[in-house]
């Protein structure tokens, strides 16, 4: 988001301001009336919740990135191992976001269902908020595991220690981030010009470099939503 970011202000003279939280969350602000412009989720629910409300402006929401999961084992030294370890139990506490609001948690949860492990380590399992908090549970070494997002090993680059297992993408249902341009911005030029970027080839290149499959056609989600700044 900083890149993007800091690209569309460089091309188009407008300031964003930025704000994150999990996607239910900001979802639960917006329908309370938060002053946002644009919702970036991390799934699609709840921008097509929000236009079935008459939130958003008809015809605007649109897919700007597919996460990807993965399994995070600081102490391991290979995938193989890493899934090893989750398998078979050997870890403190496994970290995960939230099932109940954040989207990388739900993948995470049917990946664990799959291996019929959800109740099994039900009592080791702690829950971020969000897939960052998720992230740095098992940074801390809080947990000794962690489900976390592909864009976030990417970010770390060379500094990541251990592991990591890529969550084969047929284990848990596509995590389509999706973006709606809310009504309370509609017509607003600098509103506007920020979709219109998200949608760009130059935008797409900088999202497919931080981890996320890319599109072949314009549709949203993530834990950002966008706040105006005049």
């Not at 188009?12 to 329908?31: C, D, E, P, R, W």
């Not at 739900?106 to 380590?121: D, P």
């Not at 999202?207 to 950002?224: H, K, W």
Request: net charge positive; glycine share 8%.
């Amino acid at each position: 988001m900083q890149k993007l970011v800091s690209q569309f202000e460089l091309q188009s003279g407008y300031q964003v301001s930025t704000s994150y939280a999990s996607s239910g969350k900001l979802f639960a602000q917006i329908t309370h009336g938060a002053p946002f412009d644009i919702f970036l989720s991390a799934d699609a629910l709840r921008p097509r919740r929000l236009e079935n409300l008459g939130l958003v402006v008809p015809n605007q929401r649109f897919t700007y990135a597919i996460g990807k999961l993965v399994l995070w084992a600081p102490g391991a030294h290979s995938p193989e191992e890493a899934l090893q370890q989750l398998r078979q139990g050997d870890f403190s506490y496994l970290s995960m976001a939230n099932p109940k609001i954040a989207p990388y948690g739900a993948a995470a949860m049917e990946v664990m269902t799959r291996f019929g492990l959800s109740q099994r380590f039900l009592k080791r399992t702690v829950r971020g908020e969000n897939v960052a908090q998720a992230y740095q549970f098992v940074h801390s070494g809080n947990a000794q595991l962690g489900f976390v997002a592909s864009a976030q090993i990417v970010a770390a680059g060379d500094s990541l220690k251990g592991a990591i297992w890529r969550v084969p993408k047929d284990y848990y249902t596509p995590i389509a981030q999706q973006a709606v341009w809310l009504k309370r911005a509609a017509g607003h030029p600098a509103a506007s010009a920020f979709v219109d970027y998200l949608r760009s080839d130059s935008a797409k290149q900088i999202i497919i470099a931080a981890g996320y499959d890319g599109l072949s056609a314009p549709t949203v989600s993530s834990q950002e939503s966008l706040n105006r700044h005049d």
